[in-house]
């Protein structure tokens, strides 16, 4: 087979995969459209996602059958041009967590960042209970405590990098600003491997900062207190870091290693490191690997220990805090756990993720296949380890709850974004400035069509959430009782359209305090109502508020509200 038949048929096989891929997008966002389940990842598809993936499959179907000849720039604009972009792009984000997201850590995992936040601003690993309150805690907390059992302590069960991070952050700027900066910090290392990769080839860099840049992902995201930023981010200084090598290199990688294991969950960063060692190894660089293995052995005890240092505070001295062995309380119950949904969950995840993505990234990344496949080296480690980090997800964690696209997949984007350079440079030399122009259109479809029906989602899922917010804080009383018994929210999830809104500071200093119907028992309540008066929010004012269609009747909370209004009357109130 002579050179021009063998590019004629690599062609032909790219077109097909893409035309594959376009019916498969199709395929399963019709199946998505038209399910009904109780699903939150399924909701979220069929309400933010389907139009989007509707113009991705066209888009893709469109670039198979013609490519225009628009060339990308041939230099990369300048250093301090670059900076000032990036601080413009960080603006607009930190701007967008208040005229999007209205400022407001929505999910569970959010709020925990805030909630330890204001534990450390103390100068404590746990904020101590009085006794009095101790048997509320969970009522108040009902979620991702370090303790569930009695606490006498307030502290998430979470890592504590990402809340110290954003803390000593908050000291000197608008908290806000923390996560789009650290956007800012992860493209600068993506486009210092980038060109430790692609060289001189400009063009190849371009295409990895657009794939990057135009990620409705990583700009949403941003917008939140999530840690999946700060992951994304110390894993390009990591592997930027690593790949310059040399002492100072190596210092920083092993620095930002420690930071990112310590972040949030255990096991993300590890996870990341793991192909680039193997990668090495398979050099023979076996001195390298050791010193990173007995490193990283170092901090992963480090990380897995710590939560037992913080133990007596929330568990006192004679107690263990339930979640506190990271190994026993948490890895080793998930394997065991078997859930039916799993593969659906994940291809409504991956469904998820493709559109919030650059459009550029599906042809790009069918583009890279054969590079992977042929040459593995840096770019095999790229795939590998996205690829082992999603069947790690799909064995353990399938659900990922609440977040713009796949947040799991988070700290892979720049991975994504360089296999999307190798991408292009396989189809560059197939296709000559076909190739940029796949790219240009691809992009320009993603900035003229995804992101703004993208970000005009994000607002809208927030609103129903900052509606309930502003009902419960405009209460009188000192107390109020959130029906959160089973209740369904409008995006699927179970217990959470009313029960993220059971939230309190640390010192219990905010007013109201709110509680959880369905953890606080009946003699609670009525030891409550003896302190001050409980305002009710009911399922009707869940209903009115957009975050769910349930039945009005509720006879649990009702059986407790009777109960408490028997034993001290005049205590009960109605929303005002």
């Known amino acids: 087979m002579n050179t021009e038949t063998a590019l004629a048929h690599d062609i032909k096989a790219w077109k097909a995969r893409l035309g594959i891929c376009a019916a498969v997008l199709v395929v399963i966002g019709l199946w998505a459209a038209t399910l009904k389940a109780p699903v939150m990842a399924l909701n979220l598809v069929q309400t933010q996602d389907v139009p989007v993936l509707c113009i991705l499959g066209l888009s893709t179907v469109l670039v198979a059958l013609w490519r225009p ?36 850590p929505l999910s569970r995992d959010e709020h925990m960042v805030l909630f330890d936040m204001a534990v450390y601003d103390q100068g404590r690993l746990a904020t101590p209970i009085a006794p009095w309150w101790q048997p509320f805690a969970l009522a108040m907390e009902p979620n991702f405590l370090l303790n569930a059992d009695q606490p006498s302590g307030f502290v998430s069960a979470y890592l504590p990098m990402n809340p110290m991070l954003r803390l000593a952050f908050s000291k ?70 690593f790949l310059r090598g040399g002492k100072t290199g190596h210092s920083v990688a092993i620095a930002a290693g420690f930071a990112a294991t310590g972040l949030h969950q255990l096991v993300f960063h590890p996870f990341f490191v793991a192909p680039f060692l193997l990668w090495r190894l398979r050099q023979g660089q076996w001195r390298l690997v050791a010193g990173y293995a007995l490193a990283y052995a170092a901090i992963v005890l480090w990380w897995a220990v710590f939560p037992l240092f913080v133990s007596p505070f929330v568990a006192g001295p004679l107690g263990r805090a339930t979640n506190a062995n990271v190994i026993t309380d948490k890895l080793i119950p998930l394997l065991f756990i078997h ?45 590998l380890g996205i690829f082992a980090w999603l069947l790690f997800l799909t064995a353990i964690l399938p659900e990922q709850g609440r977040g713009y696209g796949y947040r799991y997949l988070h700290g892979y984007l720049g991975s ?51 509606a309930m917010e502003r009902v419960i804080e405009a209460q009188k009383t000192p107390f109020v009782l959130i029906d959160d018994n089973g209740s369904k929210a409008r995006d699927g999830g179970w217990a959470e359209g009313a029960g993220d809104h059971v939230r309190n500071l640390p010192d219990m200093s905010n007013r109201p305090l709110r509680f959880s119907a369905e953890v606080l028992p009946a003699e609670l309540l009525s030891r409550l109502c003896r302190v001050g008066p409980v305002t009710l929010i009911t399922r009707a004012d869940i209903n009115k508020a957009g975050l769910g269609e349930l039945p009005e009747s509720s006879p649990k909370f009702d059986a407790l509200v009777r109960a408490a209004a028997r034993d001290v009357p005049g205590c009960i109130r109605k929303r005002s």
């Open 69 to 104: 000849r628009w060339a990308l720039p041939a230099r990369l604009p300048s250093g301090r041009s670059m900076l000032l972009a990036g601080l413009l792009l960080a603006a607009l984000v930190a701007w967008g967590s208040y005229g999007l997201l209205g400022n407001f």
């Open 416 to 466: 994504f974004a360089l296999l999307a350079g190798f991408g292009y440079r396989e189809l560059e030399q197939r296709i000559g400035r076909q190739a940029d122009g796949v790219v240009v259109l691809m992009s320009g479809l993603t900035v003229v069509a995804a992101l703004p029906l993208l970000l005009a989602a994000s607002y809208r899922f927030m609103q129903p959430h900052l």
């Open 339 to 383: 859930d039916p949904r799993t593969i659906p969950l994940m291809m409504l995840n991956l469904l998820r993720f493709t559109a919030w993505q650059n459009f550029a990234l599906v042809p790009l990344l069918i583009a890279a296949v054969p590079v992977v496949l042929r040459k593995r080296g840096f770019a095999g480690a790229l795939a």
């Open 172 to 241: 000197v700027a608008d908290p806000a600003w923390f996560n789009p900066l650290l956007v800012v910090i992860g493209g600068a290392a993506l486009l210092d491997i980038a060109k430790r990769t692609f060289g001189e080839d400009r063009r190849a860099r371009w295409v990895v900062l657009l794939v990057y840049a135009l990620s409705a992902q990583l700009l949403v995201t941003a917008m939140t207190p999530f840690s999946m930023t700060g992951h994304l981010a110390l894993n390009l200084v990591w592997l930027a870091a």
